[in-house]
């Protein structure tokens, strides 16, 4: 126990990379300290000890433990914090010292500190010693549009929650949020679990507050955190589930399924009426990109964030185009200045219009070619001064700079189909 306490307070004196590595190294061949950190640091190993319990004073005589390595085996067979782990602890503690105290406390609750990251650890003990947490995160859908031209995909609402992972291990259930943190207090959605989750496998989801108040998506991603954030038991928060994968594969990081045949066995699970576990809904799967605004602008209006699209590809565990958001866009009425062929199919045709905006108090021009229809392609190029001089609604996703030619622009612009003769300024929303 000296040693391990030695070692930690060396590692929490130093900030430097380079000599926490020095120090881990010279004490590499410690198997006992080696199993400390692997207890602490795994995200996987769950010792169902909080702060909270550990003060808790309990009436029941827990069992009679000696090392601290025993402690540690029994608490990862035993992890739900019942009283009698929480008593095992406080008994195992009873005779240390001050030091060994609060090294232990740290230890037991996963809260211990030495300042070094899981990637610093594999470097000194090997690869894989601590295996690192990663979800599926997605890319921006309009920074990868060609990803999904002639694709299969299938399209759901982008929920603006938190990202909870459930875990079902040997049949215990745990929670992650995204960063691999655990959470606790989720009692009613683990109850639910138990029975839902297959032994062995991840659910990966987003945590929001049941919606009573038919609350706007802003409002209750407010509401949720609030709750989410609380300690002790978490009451009325439902785990929207869009994604399922087997544990050892997600460990590994990519599934062998592809996204359709997960979907479809996340569907078969819901085969009884579930209170706190709730499925994503597909909203649209097949080829067709139109669905993908279509639908975005259904969320929109329905004042959610977006829309996500998943391919038809595996579930890989870091950022990745195999899934993409869809945000909703910014709005702006600008003034036209005027109108450029098109080119292709749209040749003799509109191609586009040159747009005059706003940003930060100075005005800048750019093109817009998006969203005109065959039709309007045709009248606007035959009668342009329909549009010449008017403002138009547009809608964009960003106020961009030209790294070369530092000019401003509004990316992806798209034409609305909206003339204001009801005004005559500039408008950036």
């Known amino acids: ?21 020095r120090i881990l190294q010279e004490n590499k061949n410690n198997d006992f300290i080696k199993r400390v950190f692997e207890f602490v640091y795994n995200p996987y190993i769950i010792s169902g000890i909080s702060s909270k319990k550990l003060k808790k004073k309990v009436k029941v005589n827990g069992y009679y433990i000696l090392s601290l390595k025993a402690l540690m085996e029994y608490l990862q067979k035993n992890n739900t914090g019942r009283d009698i782990d929480i008593a095992t602890v406080q008994g195992y503690m009873f005779s240390l010292t001050e030091n060994g105290k609060e090294i232990v406390s740290q230890i037991v609750t996963k809260s211990l500190k030495i300042g070094c990251t899981a990637k610093t650890l594999n470097k000194v003990y090997g690869e894989g010693f601590i295996p690192e947490f990663n979800v599926m995160l997605a890319k921006k859908y309009w920074e990868e549009m060609d990803k999904v031209e002639g694709k299969e995909f299938c399209i759901s609402t982008k929920l603006d929650g938190g990202r909870l992972v459930g875990i079902k291990e040997n049949g215990n259930i745990s929670f992650f949020t995204r960063q691999g943190q655990p959470m606790e207090g989720l009692n009613d959605i683990t109850e639910e679990l138990k029975d ?43 785990f929207n589930a869009f994604d399922i994968i087997p544990l050892e594969e997600f460990r590994k990081g990519k599934s062998k399924d592809n996204c359709f045949k997960r979907k479809e066995f996340l569907h078969s699970l819901f085969n009884k009426e579930y209170k706190w576990i709730k499925e994503v809904e597909i909203l649209y799967k097949g080829k067709d990109i139109n669905k993908i605004i279509e639908l975005l602008d259904k969320a929109v209006a329905n004042e959610e964030e977006g829309v996500m699209v998943n391919l038809d590809l595996p579930y890989e565990c870091k950022r990745t185009d195999n ?37 930060e108090g100075e005005l800048y021009s750019c093109n817009c070619g998006s969203g005109f229809s065959k039709e309007e392609r045709i009248l606007y190029w035959e009668q342009p001064d329909l549009l010449i001089g008017k403002i138009v609604t547009i809608d964009y996703f960003e106020v961009s700079q030209n790294s070369k030619t530092k000019q401003y622009g509004l990316r992806f612009g798209t034409w609305k189909g ?12």
């Open 323 to 359: 899934i993409l958001k869809v945000k909703k866009f910014n709005e702006a009425d600008v003034r036209v200045l005027g109108v450029y062929e098109g080119t292709g199919e749209n040749v003799g045709k509109l191609g586009g219009i040159e747009i005059q905006f706003e940003h």
């Open 1 to 21: 126990m000296e040693e391990l306490i030695r070692v930690v307070k060396e590692l929490q004196a130093t900030t430097g990379r380079l000599e926490k590595e």
């Open 418 to 429: 909206i003339i204001r003769d009801d005004k005559d300024d500039i408008s950036m929303y």
């Open 196 to 238: 839902f989750l297959p032994d062995n496998y991840v659910l990966d989801g987003e945590l929001l507050l049941e919606n009573k108040d038919g609350l706007p998506s802003k409002d209750l991603y407010r509401e949720t955190m609030k709750e989410s954030r609380k300690k002790g038991a978490k009451k009325n928060l439902i």
